[in-house]
């Protein structure tokens, strides 16, 4: 099923999306989603960060931590890269709550010189010094099988680094995407799978659909927790060739659908109409607005209308029937 | 210059101290120290070593390792680990072995390469390029991509195959996705309508592999991204494929050489990719390894 034909026969499901934006009418357990506001990067938010960390109950003591930002490229007139800034914050977070090791580490998808990505000196400047940096498209991948059934793919190449960590938190930028409409802390996780292993662009993935790849990989692979940078993210031709957009926000959860669904919100899309998010709420909770236990700012604070391609227009928030 | 030269034969040869840094004992070399050894970081070092007139003796492990890595059909994976992912790497060992006179394994490498075809897809209306030409794939079974295409014609180039069919359809494939303001992007040079940036290390292994088998005026928006490229880049992957790839076309670089040096010498211990430092040695010797 393609994305037209998800989007014209997803009525019934269009009906619990609306539904589900309207306070009160989710049965169940709520899933916490914390806002923080950062109007600009030169804000010192770890302490808020930490205090988030610990309200979720993510222990961090003693843990190896490994902070996958979405890290690919830099132009400095486009957003394109988690900021730098939000990358030294939450690590500062994890020092401060007692994590043994903390690194940063990214994998590209069309790009293999890892000077544009996490090895770019910017990082290395704003980070503590103990934080690592880790250029995972050039290192060992560890066979695990595939634990969905989405792609067809028997398994998955998944960074060593990755599966050492104790703890791995998603960090995305807010962007639009030019293949699946939104990309953010499930999407990212694309740039665990080292690309000597699939290539650049990790083409054995588009094969199996992207949607279906992004599924699967995120049954796979773990993410304990999500922090979406929303300071100022990717609208239009993204997630390399669009626009800023100022949205001055955080998102964190423990679950990173519930951080996507809030997040896409924010943008103006309607997480229900993303095929992917619909996708993944067969496994993850947190796609509905009521499930949602909203802590820190209001999202709504924060709402605003990401330009998008006409192709995703259908995923509004406005455009629903 | 005669300053600047002796400055860039110095900088090679302490460039070459920390890439033998890399040597594991068993032959092979990891990509950061202290990994596994892998076939690009050995081949690229074996390349590198071979440039620096380093001797058989101290090259004999590295050439055991790669030859031992090697599949039964004269192809090589990512590491004897991983033998079934990588095709670029098949054309990186025909370059290595042409350089070092290994013959039998040489022809297996190439006669691989010649049966290995990229997958043709249905044209989609989102990109602009041909999706029915044949190249390489990173990854067999996949689409053509910039950087295997282009270094599978460096190796046939070097053998004399130049001419073979197969070569003369990748050179439509890398022509057909170079960005036509210049340059190469991973393989697409534009999506829904939008051009895509240029790359500078994709953007010289086409140059490369297309150096003396096409118009020049059909690259020459591309040789001046390159030229940019290397004028102003900081990236030292960037920088040394920049330089190779414009030194390839007869232009002077020896700006671009002095800058290099600063650079490779500035990477923190523990983030130096051995891949970079043996280009990096190569791009500084101005040997031209990668056409005949």
Not at chain 1, 171 to 178: A, E, G, L, Q, R
Not at chain 1, 238 to 249: Q, T
Not at chain 2, 59 to 74: Q, S, V, Y
Not at chain 2, 258 to 282: G, K, T, W, Y
Request: aromatic content about 8%.
């Amino acid at each position: 099923m393609n994305r037209r034909e998800f989007l014209k026969g997803s009525s019934v499901l269009l009906g619990v999306a609306a539904l589900g934006e309207t306070a009160g009418c989710h049965r169940g357990p709520k899933y916490p989603v914390t806002v923080i506001a950062m109007p600009d990067y030169s804000r010192d938010v770890s302490r808020e960060i930490a205090a988030a960390f610990a309200a979720d109950g993510l222990g961090l003591k003693g843990k190896r931590v490994l902070l996958k930002p979405n890290f690919v490229e830099v132009h400095p007139d486009r957003p394109v890269n988690t900021h730098p800034a939000v990358i030294a914050n939450t690590a500062a977070a994890c020092l401060r709550l007692g994590a043994a090791e903390v690194a940063v580490g990214e994998a590209p998808g069309h790009r293999r010189d890892p000077w544009y990505s996490v090895l770019h000196p910017s990082l290395r400047s704003a980070l503590d010094p103990r934080v690592r940096r880790l250029d995972l498209n050039h290192c060992r991948g560890v066979a695990v099988p595939n634990k969905g059934d989405r792609s067809g793919v028997r398994g998955f190449f998944v960074a060593a680094p990755v599966m050492a960590a104790d703890v791995v938190i998603s960090m995305p930028k807010m962007k639009t995407h030019h293949w699946t409409g939104v990309t953010l802390s499930l999407k990212n996780m694309f740039g665990v799978l080292p690309g000597i292993y699939y290539g650049w662009p990790k083409n054995p993935l588009h094969f199996a659909g992207i949607e279906n790849s992004i599924l699967d990989l995120v049954k796979t692979a773990p993410i304990h927790y999500a922090l979406i940078d929303g300071v100022v993210g990717m609208e239009g031709d993204g997630p390399i060739m669009g626009r800023p957009k100022a949205v001055g926000a955080l998102v964190l959860s423990p679950h990173p659908l519930a951080a996507d669904a809030v997040a896409a919100r924010i943008m103006g899309f309607a997480p229900e109409r993303v095929p992917y998010l619909v996708g993944a709420s067969r496994f993850l909770p947190g796609l509905e607005a009521g499930a949602v236990e909203q802590r820190g700012e209001d999202p709504e604070r924060f709402a605003t209308r990401f330009e998008c391609l006409p192709e995703f227009r259908a995923m509004r928030r406005e455009e629903r029937g | 210059m005669g300053n600047s030269h002796k400055q860039q034969t110095d900088a090679a040869t302490n460039t070459i101290v920390p890439l033998v840094g890399f040597i594991r004992a068993d032959g092979g070399c990891p990509y950061y120290r202290g990994g596994e050894g892998f076939s690009e970081p050995t081949l690229l070092a074996l390349l590198a070593l071979h440039v620096a007139g380093v001797s058989k003796q101290e090259t004999e492990p590295l050439l055991a390792w790669i030859l031992a890595a090697r599949n039964g059909d004269g192809s090589i994976g990512l590491s004897p680990e991983h033998r079934t992912q990588g095709t670029w790497l098949t054309a990186q060992l025909a370059v290595v072995l042409h350089h070092y006179g290994a013959s039998a394994p040489l022809e297996q490498a190439v006669n691989w390469l010649l049966r290995t075809r990229s997958a043709a897809v249905a044209q989609d209306p989102n990109v602009a390029h041909d999706n029915r030409l044949i190249g390489w794939p990173w990854v067999r079974g996949t689409f053509g991509w910039a950087e295997p295409t282009a270094w599978v014609l460096i190796a046939l180039n070097l053998l004399g195959l130049a001419e073979h069919p197969r070569a003369v359809e990748g050179r439509k494939l890398l022509l057909d996705r170079q960005i036509p303001a210049g340059g190469w992007n991973y393989g697409n040079r534009e999506v829904r309508g939008r051009e895509l940036l240029p790359f500078g290390d994709t953007t010289a292994l086409a140059l490369i592999a297309l150096h003396g088998h096409v118009p020049e005026e059909a690259v020459s928006a591309s040789l001046e991204f390159l030229k940019r490229t290397a004028e102003i880049v900081e990236s030292p992957y960037d920088l040394v494929w920049a330089i190779i790839g414009v030194e390839i076309y007869g232009i002077d670089v020896s700006r671009a050489k002095d800058r290099l040096a600063a650079v490779i010498d500035a990477i923190p211990s523990d983030e130096a990719n051995c891949i970079h430092l043996a280009m990096a040695v190569i791009a500084l010797s101005g040997k031209k390894v990668f056409i005949p």
